[in-house]
C-alpha cells in the first residue's frame, strides 16, 4: 500500500458531497449504531484478526517511505478526537510534506477500545499516501464503550504494531517509524493470552507484561502517548506517571484537543531535526490558530522539562515479529 499522492481538492469536494447528501463523515459508525449492539463489528479492512502484517512499503511515488501510526481510544468522549483529525488530515499531510519535515510520510490510522467489554476492542487500517486515509479514518468504528475502570486495551494495540507491521524504512534503512498512542486511561495490568488469541488469531498461551511491550516497540518506533484534556483524566497523577515509567518524555499532554494533528507534525519535525521548537510554533501558526500553536508549544516544552529517564530494565524475551529480520 502507500500508492498515490494527497490532493487537498479531492478531500474537500468529497467533503462537500457528503455534506449536500447529507452522509455522515463517520459513516459506518453510523450503520453500526443503527444496528442491534450485538451485530456491531469492525469494517473488514480495519479487523486485525488474522492480518499477517500491514505494510508501509516503499514506491516508485514514495521511495523513502516514513510510517506514522495514529491510533486512537474511541470509548466514551475520546470519540470526537479522530473526528476532529479527520477534518484536519490535509493540514497534518501539508506539514509533514510541505514544510519538509518528512518526504513521504504514509499514515496508518486505527482504534483502541477496552478488551474486557466492548465489542470491537481493536481496529488497525493501512498505511497511505494519498486520499484513502482518509477514508481508512472515516471508517473507523467509534464504539464509545470503554470498561470505566481507568485502562483501556492499549497494550493490545501496541502488540498488534510490534508483531503485525512491516516497514521498509527499518527492513532497509534502520529507521524508526512513529506510533502516537492518543487516548486518557492507563493500560491494563496484563495482556492477556486470551485476548490475543480472539481479537488478533495469535497463539499466544501465556500472558504478557504490558512493559515488555513497549520496550520491544522501542526497538522499531517513536512510541507516544497523547493525553488530551478531554476527560477527568487529564489532571489525574496516576495516569500520568504510569505512561512516564513507560514512556518518559514521550508521555505527552496536549490541553486543547483540536490540536492534536498540530502536536503530531511538530512531534515529528523535532524528532526528525528538521525544525526546532520555535520554527516548528511559526509553521503551525501559519496554518492554523495562535491558540493551537501555544497549545502545542507547552505541551512538547512541558514534558520535556519534567520528564525523567525511562528506567533501565532487563530486557525481555524478544517478541520476534515480521520486521525482526536483518537489515538489507
Known amino acids: 500500500m502507500g500508492h498515490g499522492k494527497w490532493d487537498d481538492d479531492a478531500y474537500a469536494a468529497a467533503k462537500t458531497f457528503r455534506a449536500a447528501k447529507g452522509i455522515a463523515d463517520f459513516g459506518y459508525t453510523s450503520a453500526m449504531k443503527a444496528a442491534p449492539a450485538d451485530q456491531w463489528k469492525a469494517d473488514p479492512s480495519l479487523d486485525p484478526l488474522g492480518v499477517a502484517a500491514r505494510e508501509c512499503r516503499d ?18 468522549s475520546m470519540g470526537r478526537v479522530p473526528q476532529i483529525m479527520q477534518r484536519k488530515l490535509g ?17 496508518m490510522f486505527g482504534g483502541i477500545g477496552d478488551a474486557d467489554s466492548d465489542r ?10 494519498d486520499n484513502r486515509m482518509d477514508e481508512q479514518l472515516r471508517t473507523i468504528f467509534l464504539e464509545g464503550g470503554g470498561g470505566g475502570q481507568k485502562s483501556e486495551s492499549y497494550e ?50 501465556q500472558d504478557i507484561s504490558p512493559a515488555s511491550v513497549y520496550r520491544e516497540l ?27 515509567e513507560l514512556l518518559g518524555q514521550h508521555f505527552l499532554k496536549l490541553e486543547d484537543p483540536g ?21 516548528a510554533m511559526v509553521d503551525l501558526a501559519e496554518v492554523g490558530s495562535a491558540a493551537e500553536s501555544r497549545a502545542v508549544g507547552r505541551a512538547l516544552v512541558q514534558v520535556g522539562a519534567r520528564a525523567r529517564a525511562v528506567p533501565a530494565a532487563t530486557a525481555p524475551p524478544r517478541l520476534d515479529g515480521p520486521d525482526d529480520v536483518a537489515l538489507n
Open 156 to 205: 493490545l494495540a501496541a502488540y498488534f504494531v510490534a508483531r503485525h507491521v512491516v516497514t521498509d524504512a527499518w527492513r532497509k534503512r534502520g529507521r524508526k517509524g512513529y506510533l502516537f498512542l492518543i487516548g486518557d486511561e492507563m493500560n491494563k495490568p496484563r495482556l492477556a493470552a486470551r485476548h490475543i488469541r480472539r481479537v488478533i488469531g495469535d497463539d499466544v498461551r
Open 59 to 76: 514506491s516508485a511515488d514514495h521511495a523513502d517511505s516514513t510510517p506514522i501510526a495514529v491510533l486512537f481510544d474511541v470509548t466514551g
Open 120 to 129: 470491537v476492542p481493536l481496529q488497525v487500517g493501512q498505511f497511505e499516501s
Open 91 to 107: 493540514r497534518l499531510h501539508g506539514l509533514l510534506q510541505r514544510k519538509g519535515y518528512l518526504a513521504d510520510p504514509q499514515l
Open 259 to 279: 490540536a492534536v494533528c498540530e502536536l503530531i507534525a511538530a512531534t515529528i519535525g523535532l524528532e526528525e531535526r528538521a525544525v526546532d521548537l520555535d520554527q
Open 218 to 244: 522501542a526497538r522499531k518506533w517513536h512510541v507516544y502517548f497523547v493525553l488530551p484534556k478531554q476527560s477527568s483524566y487529564y489532571d489525574d497523577p496516576e495516569v500520568a506517571e504510569h505512561w512516564r
